[in-house]
């Protein structure tokens, strides 16, 4: 009977205080820990990565560097109370100062040794342009190594912090739960008319000693509560810092941060009512069998218990209506075409061609230097013979120039480019990487046009190195040249969870994943799908009929159904974030074409997103009202980039895109890349929660280096339900 009042005792503490936990899901979910950035092991390596060829010029400086590594390691060892001044977040600004100061120190070492290397022994053979380009670039990456060690170990140090205070925090939790779970026993022996022996124990529940509940209440405060110390940095203090230092970084997470802390939120208020739940059976316990009338201080846990909640619910309510809410995948241990990103292949590249192409056969004058080229139509459709050119460009021929002899690396069949590289033979300066073995090499080499002039007087047909543009539809390749028009829209009473882009049938496509909405945000797994994306019939090698899963067959008409990309007019990728409001959850989206300032005019065109939304009931999981969300922004800024490089050469992407900028689609650069590659690529890795939640909206941004030197991916981020406005 005993046990029956305890836990009737338990469930009136639970509704006093208003408290709607969802147990099922929500509670349950293990708080994904911060992954440490690095570790001692990986910084000491990292840095002496960077120094090793420094080290060769400059020993006292790096020794230096190594003392000021020590010190730094020493004084982390011997801290580890959070409070103290020499707390990571106290000294972790001073000693990155110090490696800043050291770090540039070395960076000017190096830079000064190779430029007086190269200045004082010039190298002949090579383009001076492109020398200082290589060493430019050598400076630039030790720079960004050193930023990247800098970063790696302010991380380090804040999750070290942010790690003991979440130790501290689950040992609470484990000793509430151990007593929590003793009472429990303890009832159920009561109601079995077994005697305990529990009135020490019971006495040190309800007394202020160490590992019992008055203390770990305490404890447990003091590690998110300042306490009028303003410069005490909390729990979720600490929480905040890191998620912040990485948002650009940040990816791979099965719950976005906010709910992680939304989690938290439930699990921490969770305890608090399991300590107070121990309390009232330690007075209960007590009011039976020792005879006292426990009844104020009873009526005293019940209000110290919401005033806790209250105080609780606050706290995580302002920290949630701050803390990032979206999630995007990491990059993938090894890059797949067609599986983990695709590219528009073949879309602008370079080539190398003698100038006799462009000339009549047989009546050749190459009069004109290769800079002087100018073309509009594809050659094969001006000369009316485009088996000639089917294996130098199928589109329009741009930008010639560079009059030289020339050698170029083909690549093997399976390659989507034409060159590793291209060695210009007058200068012996390459473009694309060098170290690439080569198993197939091809001459175009200037020649002299025979005439009745002396050999010195006869005219030269130079080698030119020029850019083939091919946006072509009709063509008997799967190369995509399109993004799709079509909606991927959920069904009634569902909304979506999760969101892709796909390389299907020429064009790009986004393709949402549903479920059905349950109560208090939750989802329904067992409804979760990919919605079905049609399938199509083809007309001169590119769709014209879509075929839905019901059967409904829909004609496809070119710029209301899909887009195609056309360079120099329609090559520019929209980066927008959507999102309606709290009260709209996602039902669609697809790509459209927003056109800048409204002018409609192609060469303002770019590809967007745009998206339909219905309105919800939180607490019933009912959808209603469904209405369309058209964004409208000020004309987005061009995302440039600089030297741009095949994003597959670089193994770590970051967000490199702000909210309403574009990235226009290019070719890479010529002396890194040879200009083989088009950019950007599309990830088409899928982005979803664990376990499911609903989203609140859709994001398309650009994912490369911070400085701007890769080429990258436009990738998607999804925003999941915003639970700050429902705590």
């Known amino acids: 009977m005993r046990y029956k009042y305890f836990l009737i005792f338990l469930i009136l503490l639970i509704i006093k205080s208003k408290i709607i936990l969802s147990m099922s899901t929500i509670s349950d979910v293990t708080i994904d820990i911060i992954k440490k950035i690095t570790n001692t092991s990986q910084i000491q390596t990292t840095f002496k990565n960077i120094s090793n060829e420094t080290a060769q010029k400059n020993k006292k400086i790096v020794d230096h560097f190594d003392f000021v590594w020590k010190k730094l390691v020493e004084k982390h060892t011997n801290s580890h109370r959070i409070n103290t001044p020499y707390s990571p977040a106290a000294y972790g600004k001073v000693d990155t100062d110090a490696i800043s100061f050291i770090s540039n120190v070395i960076t000017s070492a190096e830079a000064c040794g190779d430029l007086t290397k190269k200045f004082d022994k010039p190298d002949k053979s090579g383009d001076t342009y492109v020398e200082l380009k290589k060493i430019s670039n050598k400076i630039s990456e030790l720079g960004k190594n050193i930023h990247i060690f800098q970063r790696n170990l ?37 109601e079995n008319n077994i005697t305990l022996f529990i009135g020490a124990e019971i006495e040190r529940i309800i007394s202020e000693m160490d590992h019992y509940p008055e203390h770990i209440s305490y404890k447990m405060s003091e590690l998110f509560f300042k306490n009028n110390n303003p410069y005490k940095k909390t729990l979720l203090d600490n929480y905040e810092e890191i998620f912040k230092r990485n948002i650009m970084t940040m990816c791979g997470m099965k719950l976005s ?30 009011t039976e069998f020792i005879g006292h009338n426990y009844t104020e201080e009873i009526q005293e846990l019940e209000n110290t218990l919401t005033q806790k909640i209250n105080e609780y619910t606050e706290l995580f309510k302002n920290k949630l209506q701050v803390m990032p809410n979206f999630i995007r995948r990491c990059d993938p241990i090894e890059q797949k075409k067609d599986v983990t990103y695709a590219e528009f292949e073949n879309l602008v590249y370079v080539f190398v061609t003698n100038q006799k192409t462009f000339e009549p056969k047989n009546k050749e004058t190459c009069e004109n230097f290769c800079g002087d080229i100018v073309t509009s139509t594809p050659e094969c459709e001006k000369k009316n013979n485009c088996k000639k050119y089917e294996t130098i460009c199928k589109g329009k021929i741009t930008g010639c120039k560079n009059d030289a002899s020339y050698e170029v690396c083909q690549s093997n069949d399976s390659s989507s480019r034409h060159y590793d590289w291209i060695k210009n033979k007058d200068n012996n300066v390459y473009y694309g990487n060098a170290s690439t073995s080569c198993t197939s090499t091809k001459l175009i080499e ?42 991927s829209n959920t069904s009634d009473d569902m909304v979506a969870t999760g969101a892709r882009l796909v390389a299907q049938d020429r064009m790009i496509h986004i393709q949402l994943r549903e479920a059905k909405l349950l109560p208090l945000g939750n989802i329904n797994v067992t409804s979760e799908r990919w919605i079905p994306l049609p399938k199509f019939e083809y007309q001169n090698n590119f769709p014209s009929v ?50 800048f300032n409204n002018t409609n005019k192609d060469e303002k065109r770019c590809f967007n997103i745009d998206t339909n939304y219905a309105e919800f009931n939180y607490d019933t999981g009912k959808m209603m009202t469904r209405k369309s969300y058209d964004k409208q922004q000020t004309q987005p800024t061009e995302l440039i980039l600089d030297q741009p490089d095949n994003p597959l050469k670089f193994k770590k992407n970051v967000q490199d895109s702000m909210d309403n900028q574009y990235i226009k689609i290019g070719v890479t650069d010529l002396i890194k890349d040879a200009s083989q590659t ?32 890769s080429g990258g991916f436009v990738s998607l981020k999804i925003h999941p339900i915003d639970f700050s406005i429902f705590i």
């Open 154 to 190: 302010m991380d380090y140090l804040l999750s070290q912090e942010l790690s003991n205070q979440k130790g501290l925090y689950n040992e609470y939790i484990w000793k509430i739960d151990n007593l929590y779970n003793d009472t429990l026993h303890w009832s159920e022996e009561l």
């Open 257 to 286: 941060p906010q709910h992680q802390i939304f989690s938290l939120y439930h699990k921490t208020v969770n305890n608090v009512v399991k300590n107070s739940a121990v309390m009232a059976f330690a007075y209960m316990w007590r």
């Open 446 to 487: 200037s020649t002299n046009i025979l005439t009745w002039l002396p050999s010195w007087a006869s005219k030269i047909c130079r080698g030119c190195i020029c850019q083939c543009v091919d946006d072509r539809l009709d063509t008997n390749n799967k190369t995509i040249r399109a993004f799709s028009y079509m909606w």
């Open 546 to 595: 879509a075929i839905y899963p019901d059967g409904t067959r829909h004609s496809l008409i070119a710029d209301r159904d899909f887009g195609t990309i056309q360079m120099n007019f329609a090559d520019k990728i929209c980066l927008q974030q959507l999102i309606l409001d709290e009260k709209y959850l996602l039902t669609g989206v697809r790509f459209n074409a927003m056109y």
């Open 678 to 709: 088009t950019f950007p690529f599309i990830d088409l890795q899928e982005v979803t929660t664990k376990p499911s939640a609903p989203l609140a909206g859709i994001e398309l941004f650009h994912k490369g280096q911070l400085d701007k030197t």
